[in-house]
């Protein structure tokens, strides 16, 4: 049986290798964690915490809950674990810093209206940050062309809807609703002047501007943990939960590959994909192992593996 690492040690690498250095500098990785399902949690736990003390955004999408073989599923699981309001308020504040406004005193997570706050730090009205700002805004995230178009159109909206002449709240609910797919339609978003429906086909591109604009605003990225172990079941448990057809598992198995494809184009983004030995099983093309998808399993195999040591920076571990 090939080697285990445990997994404090296997996090070790992980801190080191990549969330203390590579994915805070932009860079992206997939990996996959073979765990058993008792130390899950532990995993879990452990990954959360130093996500957190490092400042990325900590995402958890379980194939029990979410439709992990759709990649508008995947997109919105992620939407509705971001605090968009909170982003935007990140890049006003950097944004009003760099302009030579005094920020000082005003916190990130303030509920406050963020134009009212800098006014009074400036002893001016509100309206005349709004407006001394909005060239920025402008070009920094309307004009930024590495963000889908009708993305950075949202994005722009939510860094300025904030009424300063107003009562102290958004009016941007139409836009959360379209992102985490509350109601996906295009209908009501007229007001805004975006026209495209997250589906399969425009998703892609809607995780790569979340991803980058997660980066853009100043956190160290985002890392998004993935258990994928109800996709392996070869058999219907029929026990009220998603179950996973061999074709819909085949879908999952390429928007993996896919996701490992466009890695350079995934900026400040860790995917950690948790899964079981069915996932690796090789005994049967029967089952619902990568073994039915060979696209994925000639990627994440290792061509090389030592008798004795466990390579911790592979794309594929077995922790213990």
């Not at 709004?130 to 178009?149: D, G, H, T, Y």
Request: hydrophobic residues 40%; neutral net charge.
């Amino acid at each position: 049986m090939t080697n285990t690492i445990p997994i404090q040690e296997w996090l070790g690498f992980l801190n080191d290798e990549y969330l203390s250095t590579f994915i805070r500098d932009g860079g992206a990785s997939v990996k996959f964690a073979v765990t058993p399902d008792e130390r899950k949690p532990d995993l879990y736990s452990a990954l959360k915490t130093r996500c957190q003390e490092l400042d990325y955004i900590f995402v958890e999408l379980d194939a029990v809950t979410s439709r992990v073989h759709m990649p508008q599923d995947i997109f919105f699981g992620l939407a509705k674990q971001i605090d968009w309001r909170l982003l935007a308020r990140r890049l006003a504040l950097r944004l009003a810093d760099e302009r030579g406004f005094k920020v000082e005193g005003i916190a990130v997570t303030d509920a406050d209206n963020i134009f009212h706050a800098l006014g009074r730090a400036n002893g001016i009205e509100a309206r005349s940050v709004l407006q001394e700002m909005r060239p920025s805004i402008e070009s920094k995230v309307f004009k930024n062309p590495k963000m889908a178009r009708d993305f950075r159109v949202a994005m722009t909206h939510l860094c300025t809807s904030l009424d300063p002449g107003g009562p102290d709240r958004y009016a941007d609910e139409p836009l959360l609703d379209w992102l985490t797919g509350a109601n996906p339609r295009v209908g009501n978003l007229r007001p805004f002047s975006i026209h495209t429906v997250i589906n399969r086909t425009t998703a892609q591109y809607f995780i790569e501007s979340a991803l980058y604009w997660v980066h853009y605003v100043g956190y160290a990225g985002t890392v998004i943990l993935l258990e994928n172990t109800r996709v392996t079941l070869a058999r219907n448990p029929k026990d009220g939960q998603r179950y996973y057809t061999r074709p819909m598992t085949l879908d999952h198995y390429e928007l993996l590959r896919e996701f490992i494809d466009d890695v350079d184009r995934l900026a400040g983004m860790l995917l950690v994909v948790v899964t079981n030995y069915d996932f690796i099983n090789e005994q049967s093309e029967r089952d619902r192992s990568w073994v039915i998808y060979p696209a994925l399993r000639t990627r994440v195999m290792d061509d090389v593996r030592d008798r004795n040591l466990v390579n911790p920076v592979a794309s594929l571990v077995r922790l213990s």
